[in-house]
Nanobody
Framework: VQLQASGGGLVQAGNSLKLSCAAS????????LGWFRQAPGKEREAVAC????????FTQYSLADRFSISADNAKNTVYLQAYRLKAEDTAVYYC???????????????????WGQGTQVTVSS
């Protein structure tokens, strides 16, 4: 599995941003793609993930009012739309892939999780 993340950058607080994660080398509709983030000095946390198999999703409860995930199955791509960004959203955002059932397990990563490169999101206040 190869994962290509894009869309990060510098954004002002209160604005929106859309990240993309494109997967290749997979059987279509056979994985869940998800977004995670890691801020300086903090542990990595799940933001949201979406199964390309059945469309099921998981979004971290504390972020659900401002982050949404969607997918384009034809492109094996998921998108993370972030609204009303805050300075505390500043982090490296990582794309990851795991089993089709991943959302049902809260997108907790493990040894079978495949990671893409991160993309930096910086929110200026």
């Amino acid at each position: 599995v190869q994962l290509q993340a894009s869309g990060g950058g510098l954004v002002q607080a209160g604005n929106s941003l859309k990240l993309s994660c494109a997967a290749s080398g997979i059987t279509p509709n056979s994985v869940t793609l998800g977004w995670f983030r890691q801020a300086p000095g903090k542990e990595r946390e799940a933001v949201a993930c979406m199964s390309l198999s059945d469309g099921s999703t998981f979004t971290q409860y504390s972020l659900a009012d401002r982050f949404s995930i969607s997918a384009d199955n034809a492109k094996n791509t998921v998108y993370l739309q972030a609204y009303r960004l805050k300075a505390e959203d500043t982090a490296v955002y990582y794309c990851a892939a795991d089993s089709p059932m991943w959302p049902r397990h809260g997108c907790r990563w493990g040894t079978k999780t495949r990671w893409g490169q991160g993309t930096q999101v910086t929110v200026s206040s």
